[in-house]
């Protein structure tokens, strides 16, 4: 009988907690379910994007396409050096220096106790290509967007890092001179670096045992210099956005250089 009362009792607590522990295994499932639905989903997103990119490498691209991501990418690197002279200090790419044998030239001032005034004029200078940079970003910009690219594959398809910097340079340097060069004369003439330089000039070039005098007018000088700081900064962030994907900001920069790395590739596969 009490064996009886047991089993009847045992019956009874079973069909009691039968539908709760149902309904934990009903909840066990549908989250198993969620999470395994959810792990293939990402992983067909990512498969998804690795086509993606495929699919753009492979297809042939139009030469105005190829321009296109030429120019964007010409356009990210002269934004990057807009940045570097927009805070000149602890670069010395975009600070000034003597023209000629700076070093020597520097120490030989600072040997005759003028320190201050070389100070001052570096200062000076370095302030005025940093405001002419900045007053000629138009300038640079539109050079980009008016040049004329011949043959975008040959630029865009190279093991060359700094193709496209180096035609823009070799294309586009004379009339930039030629536009950049009155900006920088005032800026010099704004910061008082024309005076503080006569007064260097007229010491330096006095002093005995001096082969090359010093120029009086450094304009050209610093258009020159500010200029090749401005193709260093281009070509620096060119090469990051041939080598590195996550430099690559705009769509057709991304499809211009996958496009770019996949004929490379199978080019180095045909010469092995």
């Given at each position: 009988?009490?064996?009886?009362?047991?089993?009847?009792?045992?019956?009874?607590?079973?069909?009691?907690?039968?539908?709760?522990?149902?309904?934990?295994?009903?909840?066990?499932?549908?989250?198993?379910?969620?999470?395994?639905?959810?792990?293939?989903?990402?992983?067909?997103?990512?498969?998804?994007?690795?086509?993606?990119?495929?699919?753009?490498?492979?297809?042939?691209?139009?030469?105005?396409?190829?321009?296109?991501?030429?120019?964007?990418?010409?356009?990210?690197g002269l934004f990057?050096?807009?940045?570097?002279?927009?805070?000149?200090?602890?670069n010395p790419l975009?600070?000034?220096?003597?023209?000629?044998?700076?070093?020597?030239?520097?120490?030989?001032?600072?040997?005759?106790?003028?320190?201050?005034?070389?100070?001052?004029?570096?200062?000076?200078?370095?302030?005025?290509?940093?405001?002419?940079?900045?007053?000629?970003?138009?300038?640079?910009?539109?050079?980009?967007?008016?040049?004329?690219?011949?043959?975008?594959?040959?630029?865009?398809?190279?093991?060359?890092?700094?193709?496209?910097?180096?035609?823009?340079?070799?294309?586009?340097?004379?009339?930039?001179?030629?536009?950049?060069?009155?900006?920088?004369?005032?800026?010099?003439?704004?910061?008082?670096?024309?005076?503080?330089?006569?007064?260097?000039?007229?010491?330096?070039?006095?002093?005995?045992?001096?082969?090359?005098?010093?120029?009086?007018?450094?304009?050209?000088?610093?258009?020159?210099?500010?200029?090749?700081?401005?193709?260093?900064?281009?070509?620096?962030?060119?090469?990051?956005?041939?080598?590195?994907?996550?430099?690559?900001?705009?769509?057709?920069?991304?499809?211009?250089?996958?496009?770019?790395?996949?004929?490379?590739?199978?080019?180095?596969?045909?010469?092995?």
């Amino acid at each position: 009988m009490r064996e009886f009362l047991h089993g009847k009792f045992f019956m009874a607590v079973l069909q009691r907690i039968a539908p709760k522990i149902h309904h934990e295994q009903t909840i066990i499932h549908y989250s198993m379910k969620r999470f395994y639905l959810g792990i293939t989903l990402s992983l067909s997103v990512f498969l998804s994007s690795c086509d993606s990119l495929k699919q753009i490498a492979s297809v042939g691209l139009s030469e105005f396409e190829m321009a296109t991501g030429l120019r964007d990418a010409l356009s990210q690197g002269l934004f990057r050096g807009f940045d570097a002279f927009a805070d000149p200090n602890g670069n010395p790419l975009v600070r000034f220096a003597f023209p000629g044998d700076a070093a020597k030239i520097e120490k030989t001032l600072r040997d005759f106790g003028m320190d201050k005034m070389v100070d001052q004029v570096t200062a000076k200078f370095t302030r005025a290509m940093s405001s002419a940079i900045t007053a000629a970003k138009p300038i640079f910009l539109n050079s980009v967007k008016k040049m004329s690219i011949g043959d975008a594959a040959s630029i865009l398809v190279t093991d060359n890092l700094h193709a496209a910097t180096d035609y823009f340079k070799t294309t586009m340097s004379p009339e930039l001179m030629t536009s950049f060069r009155p900006i920088v004369d005032s800026t010099v003439k704004t910061e008082g670096a024309n005076k503080d330089w006569s007064n260097i000039v007229n010491v330096y070039n006095k002093m005995p045992f001096i082969n090359k005098p010093l120029e009086s007018n450094l304009t050209d000088f610093i258009a020159a210099r500010a200029i090749d700081a401005m193709f260093i900064s281009v070509a620096q962030e060119e090469e990051n956005i041939r080598t590195k994907y996550e430099f690559r900001k705009t769509d057709m920069m991304k499809k211009a250089f996958a496009y770019a790395d996949e004929q490379l590739k199978k080019k180095n596969q045909q010469t092995k």
